[in-house]
């Protein structure tokens, strides 16, 4: 990084269950470590607590009142990050053409998203404990939910362009995707912060880490574990993305 750290909102997107809890602690770990300001103490200093997420600091979409509440404390100097799955409202898509919301976007082969939503959703049955993917209680309904993030992949795949992101190269690949985050944000890969920071959240330790939400993890499970007949059907329905996406039918 050169000079001053650059006043704006890092909004870390990512589809369900592809890392982007994971991708979202690292960027805002990175941009602590630079300098930006602590989106924990924003958040309880500010009214946002009914805006975003505790723990992974989620604001679920840019309706009018979220977006007002989240720039006071940018239009009072703060610089922060926060995280989405969705794709954004037009006040995000707005913020992100004036450049003071700067997006990064992860994603992961629908097939092992899907697969990972439909079990951590089944944790309800020995839990006992509602979570976002409960509802996900037969296969149907987990490619259903899965191919509504199909269009939303599109849109940011326009908006995020070029910290585009894949889970796979993340896992397999992760100081080389790290280093392109950094650069990205106009960090300094130099200095010890950062370096810190991408070293507590290396694969190992973000598997550990509170609110990291990582299950198995593994690349292309979905071969082992669906049925012959469940495979099929993800490619019919993703077939027209798959191959944009980088991965195989």
């Not at 979409?61 to 703060?78: C, D």
């Not at 899907?114 to 944790?123: D, K, M, N």
């Not at 106009?186 to 950062?194: A, E, F």
């Not at 574990?225 to 019919?236: D, R």
């Amino acid at each position: 990084m050169t000079g001053k750290l650059p006043h704006k909102i890092i909004l870390s997107a990512g589809m369900p269950r592809a890392g982007s809890a994971w991708f979202y602690h690292l960027t805002r770990d990175l941009w602590i470590a630079a300098g930006g300001d602590n989106i924990w103490e924003i958040r309880k200093t500010y009214p946002l607590k009914t805006v975003i997420t505790e723990t992974n600091q989620n604001i679920d979409n840019f309706t009018l009142r979220k977006t007002l509440l989240i720039l006071l404390p940018f239009l009072l100097g703060k610089s922060f990050t926060i995280k989405i799955h969705f794709a954004p409202m037009p006040l995000g898509r707005s913020l992100i053409r004036l450049k003071w919301i700067r997006p990064t976007f992860i994603y992961r082969d629908p097939r092992d998203a899907l697969l990972s939503a439909y079990e951590y959703g089944r944790r309800v049955e020995k839990t006992g404990r509602p979570n976002a993917f409960s509802h996900l209680d037969t296969f149907e309904k987990s490619i259903d939910f899965m191919s509504d993030y199909m269009t939303d992949w599109e849109t940011w795949m326009r908006l995020a362009d070029p910290a585009i992101f894949r889970y796979e190269d993340l896992l397999t690949d992760y100081y080389r995707q790290a280093e392109r985050l950094v650069n990205f944000l106009d960090l300094d890969l130099q200095s010890q912060n950062i370096r810190k920071a991408i070293e507590k959240n290396k694969p190992r330790d973000a598997a550990q880490k509170e609110g990291g939400h990582f299950s198995k993890g593994k690349i292309g499970r979905f071969r082992d574990v669906l049925t012959p007949e469940q495979i099929a059907l993800c490619e019919e329905r993703f077939a027209p993305y798959l191959e944009k996406m980088g991965y195989e039918l």
